[in-house]
Nanobody, 121 residues
Framework: EAQLVESGGGSVQAGGSLRLSCAVA????????MAWFRQALGKEREGVAA???????TYADAVKGRFTISKDNTKMTLYLQMDSLKPEDTATYYC???????????????WGQGTQVIVSS
């Protein structure tokens, strides 16, 4: 069973917006700190945004002010609103349930399949 399912990726021009969604199984949604990662060609996977254990959020410096992580508890869905997209944002984006809250480096206990974002100049 797919426990994290991403959607919303696509191809957009620089300056455009996309909203990624990740439907999460309830037992994961309620027990883990959820996060978004991305991996671009030739680069290491990096944490993008995450909910912390206390409900606050953490963002990578590269996306601060442009990306917003949110969630809908009724739908058990995680979102990543991406505005003012740049070509450097081109990557495969993954939602994940973190092994350890506030620790991108520890990675996810559960991962989505990824959704591709392409930003053209």
């Amino acid at each position: 069973e797919a426990q994290l399912v991403e959607s919303g990726g696509g191809s957009v021009q620089a300056g455009g917006s996309l909203r990624l969604s990740c439907a999460v199984a309830g037992h994961i949604y309620s027990r883990y700190c959820m996060a978004w990662f991305r991996q671009a060609l030739g680069k290491e996977r990096e944490g993008v945004a995450a909910f912390n254990a206390d409900g606050t959020t953490t963002y990578a410096d590269a996306v601060k002010g442009r990306f917003t992580i949110s969630k809908d508890n009724t739908k058990m869905t995680l979102y990543l609103q991406m505005d003012s997209l740049k070509p450097e944002d081109t990557a495969t984006y993954y939602c994940a349930a973190l092994r350890l809250c506030a620790d991108f480096e520890a990675g996810g206990r559960y991962w989505g399949q990824g959704t591709q974002v392409i930003v053209s100049s």
